[in-house]
């Protein structure tokens, strides 16, 4: 299928007009086409094969309407670093439409009514990431917005200096937020409430529509979803970076990617945005904030589901949350049974993550191919004499388990990436775009795509980040 032949639908407009503002994109200046994602390509069920290259573009750029496309934007409020906003929306984001279960946004695409003082703009850097980061937690697993193609321009935008113009498009099952809920909630709109519930139920539940509490039991996949998530992002060393309500998924996925990293050498109080200040989305404060948020989302549904049922759900997301990170952690170890220190181990491994300075993801790595011969782990490491009890604890851990060592490390090769997209890796191909060369964003989406793999032209990549570049801060124009 061609994007000629393409219909899009939108349902979201069937919701009364206070939901969203109908707003066409503002084109940007000489637009030029940096990348194509086949992955996505497919997931929209078209044709690879026949697609065309300038149509994408043009797309993009919002100078072709497909059939069937209102572009809008949403309205939503949202916590902003622990203080509520009562109206923020898509500020730099317009929606075309659905097809195949995704909603496409453009991010970049101009003001609409929601942009307050912004310009609705992105810029080339922050595209780069967010177009490269969400098919690489994609291909780690981790559930999260996707991404079908970027485009640059020459128009300037204005951030900490002029810099150029640039539009994802991306995809989401839902664009629906935990603010989305907050906006009818503070502003007494009840019944826009229950009609935004059913929208998600719909859209996203399906399997829950005509279930007695309803209602309970979305809120209740919520609370499981978003746990997981959590877990998800500390088990890899993922720093999202601006956890607001306003950033957090209602059906439990990776949003809105800002100044977010993967952590360097390993720091449990590691921030990755320099705005904040006082450490609240901090990595080691990720859980407790999913907890915070959901909270939040709780209050908000308080006049459709009593607080005490709302309460009961929620106590489930430490349980949640630790049955996952265990699971996870038992896998990056090659743990093939749970035994009840298990948890103790995986503390004492992050105690001598930090005490050494330990590259997180190059150490997971090299553990994948331990076999009680430790002069490479012991080369990643400022502590060796911890990290040497340690791996007495865990020479006898993996005594426990039933399967071969060969057998071990083929799962671990498999959960524990070879590669991940560091912040110094990301600024290599954006310094690159910004001279029109784009060779190295195409590399590194086919290196995040298969961060398993071994990739030897990319070895380099796969080492310890160079002491010039470990645990930047980044801003929220990232």
Known sequence: MKLSDVTLTTPYLSLDPIFYHEVAPTPLKKPHLISINSDAVSLLGLDNNTLDPKEVESLLNGTLTLKGSRP??????GHQFGYYVQRLGDGRAIN?????GWNLQLKGSGVTRYSRQGDGRAVLRSSI?????????????????RAFAIIGSEEKVAREAWESGAIVLRLSRSWIRFGSFEYFFHTNKHQELEKLADFLLHESFPHLEGVEDSYLKMYSEIVKRTAELMAQWQSVGFNHGVMNTDNMSAIGITIDYGPFAFMDTFESGYICNHTDSGGRYSYDNQPRIGYWNLERLAHALSPLITQEKLKH?????GEYFTAKLLELLGAKLGLDTSEENDSELFRSLFTLMENGRIDMTPFFR?????DQNREQLLALTLAPNQLNEWCDRYDTRLALNTTTTDARHQRMLRTNPKYVLKNYILQEAIDKAEQRDFTLVNDLLMLAQNPYDEH???ERYAGITPQEHTNLKLSCSS
């Open 72 to 77: 809008y934007a949403m309205t939503y409020a």
């Open 96 to 100: 075309l439409g659905a097809m195949n």
């Open 129 to 145: 990431r967010e177009y490269l980061m969400s098919e690489a937690m994609h291909a780690l697993g981790i559930p999260t917005s």
């Open 313 to 317: 759900e929620l106590e489930k997301y």
């Open 366 to 370: 090299h553990l994948s191919r331990y």
């Open 456 to 458: 030897p032209e990319f």
